[in-house]
């Protein structure tokens, strides 16, 4: 029997003519954009965390990130038919003039206005480019693991931890030994907020009743109560079945792939990741270098309980790259795999 998606992360980190004006033309100072964490080969990356709830949830927090159904209106400095009104497509990207498709969600204006800008150079000298949103989308979050509706939903209000709970109708409960027992486990369930874990309980909010940490859930937030009971792993991204399945006693990277039906021809072996520790406080990433194993220049690699691996299809620049890229597809697994064969 096909195992069921009932684990998930939300785990933490961010991502993004020949000139026809002339020489006199001086373009204002370019902002330098922000460095994210990068991704190294053979090394660890830890997942951030906030600080406190007071700086997860202060003032000045909140930083836009565009999204699906989004409207930009974007323009060049001194070249006005480039200044255009698009729509982020249902991809995630949208289509602008000289550059063709660029990925646009899960970026800030900002990080969107440097990537246009350094793709611009190609066709114009000193390109200056503003991004504004001019329509957005309605605030969502998404909820995964042991409820039973995991999903996207919007944010209506005041939206707090226990209402995204009572949203995806209650955690999730089944039978053992004849006795109804509840599937999910509040100890390790967790929630990220601007690619950080955030140090709420779930605990002290669901069970406790503790209004400090029944927290207002923010546009973009990602909430995951894993299960109680199960033991899988995931294999996503460009294999042929990409699934969880559950193991007993060891089971090794190339076995796992294996499993989900073996690398597509458009997989980037050499940039694949394992996400570690889901249920831990020790959350990171683990680049792998598959062609090597293949090639039996380096060991295969031995998979814990809770990993995912994802085989991606281009390289990750970032951990911000990498940690969009695997709750997006979390995400439509565990929503297929719910609509299709229950929770």
Same mark, same amino acid.
């Given at each position: 029997?096909?195992? +069921?998606? $009932?684990?998930?992360?939300?785990?933490?980190?961010?991502?993004?003519?020949?000139?026809?004006?002339?020489?006199? #033309?001086?373009?204002?100072? +370019?902002?330098?954009?922000?460095?994210?964490?990068?991704? &190294?080969?053979?090394?660890?990356?830890?997942?951030?965390?906030?600080?406190?709830?007071?700086?997860?949830?202060?003032?000045?927090?909140?930083?836009?990130?565009?999204?699906?159904?989004?409207?930009?209106?974007?323009?060049?400095?001194?070249?006005? =038919?480039?200044?255009?009104?698009?729509?982020?497509?249902?991809?995630?990207?949208?289509?602008?003039?000289?550059?063709?498709?660029?990925?646009?969600?899960?970026?800030?204006?900002?990080?969107?206005?440097?990537?246009?800008?350094?793709?611009?150079? %190609?066709?114009?000298?000193?390109?200056?480019?503003?991004?504004?949103?001019?329509?957005?989308?309605?605030?969502?979050?998404?909820?995964?693991? +042991?409820?039973?509706?995991?999903?996207?939903?919007?944010?209506?209000?005041?939206?707090?931890?226990?209402?995204?709970?009572?949203?995806? &109708?209650?955690?999730?409960?089944?039978?053992?030994?004849?006795?109804?027992?509840?599937?999910?486990?509040?100890? $390790?369930?967790?929630?990220?907020?601007?690619? +950080?874990?955030?140090?709420?309980?779930?605990?002290?909010?669901?069970?406790?009743?503790?209004?400090?940490?029944?927290?207002?859930?923010?546009?973009?937030?990602?909430?995951?109560?894993?299960?109680?009971?199960?033991?899988?792993?995931?294999?996503?991204? #460009?294999?042929?079945?990409?699934?969880?399945?559950?193991?007993?006693?060891?089971?090794?990277?190339?076995?796992?792939?294996? #499993?989900?039906?073996?690398?597509?021809?458009?997989?980037?072996?050499?940039?694949?990741?394992?996400?570690?520790?889901?249920?831990?406080?020790?959350?990171?990433?683990?680049?792998?270098?598959?062609?090597?194993?293949?090639?039996?220049?380096?060991?295969?690699?031995?998979?814990?309980?809770?990993?995912?691996?994802?085989?991606? %299809?281009?390289?990750?620049?970032?951990?911000?790259?990498?940690?969009?890229?695997?709750?997006?597809?979390?995400?439509?697994? &565990?929503?297929? =795999? $719910?609509?299709?064969?229950? $929770?």
């Amino acid at each position: 029997m096909r195992p +069921k998606m $009932n684990w998930i992360l939300l785990f933490a980190i961010g991502v993004i003519c020949a000139s026809s004006s002339s020489a006199s #033309e001086v373009p204002p100072e +370019k902002p330098q954009p922000v460095a994210e964490a990068t991704l &190294q080969p053979g090394a660890a990356a830890a997942i951030p965390r906030w600080e406190s709830l007071e700086a997860a949830t202060g003032p000045g927090a909140v930083e836009y990130r565009i999204a699906a159904g989004d409207t930009l209106d974007i323009m060049v400095f001194g070249h006005p =038919d480039m200044r255009k009104e698009i729509p982020v497509r249902p991809d995630g990207k949208i289509s602008y003039r000289l550059v063709g498709d660029v990925e646009a969600e899960g970026l800030t204006p900002e990080r969107l206005r440097a990537q246009l800008e350094e793709d611009l150079l %190609r066709y114009m000298r000193y390109p200056q480019v503003d991004v504004i949103v001019k329509k957005a989308r309605e605030a969502r979050f998404t909820i995964l693991g +042991k409820v039973v509706r995991p999903g996207l939903y919007p944010i209506e209000g005041g939206t707090t931890l226990l209402d995204a709970v009572a949203m995806g &109708q209650g955690l999730s409960s089944g039978q053992y030994e004849g006795s109804t027992i509840e599937l999910a486990d509040l100890k $390790n369930a967790f929630m990220m907020r601007r690619e +950080k874990v955030v140090p709420v309980s779930f605990e002290l909010a669901i069970r406790g009743g503790d209004p400090y940490h029944n927290i207002a859930v923010e546009d973009g937030d990602y909430i995951y109560i894993p299960s109680a009971l199960e033991q899988e792993v995931y294999v996503l991204g #460009e294999v042929f079945d990409p699934r969880a399945f559950g193991f007993r006693g060891r089971v090794t990277l190339l076995q796992a792939v294996a #499993e989900a039906g073996g690398f597509r021809s458009t997989a980037r072996l050499r940039d694949v990741v394992v996400l570690r520790g889901l249920t831990t406080d020790d959350r990171h990433l683990i680049p792998v270098d598959v062609k090597e194993i293949v090639q039996g220049k380096a060991d295969d690699m031995e998979l814990q309980v809770g990993d995912v691996v994802y085989v991606p %299809r281009s390289r990750l620049a970032d951990l911000g790259d990498a940690t969009r890229d695997i709750l997006s597809l979390l995400l439509t697994y &565990q929503s297929v =795999d $719910n609509l299709f064969f229950g $929770n």
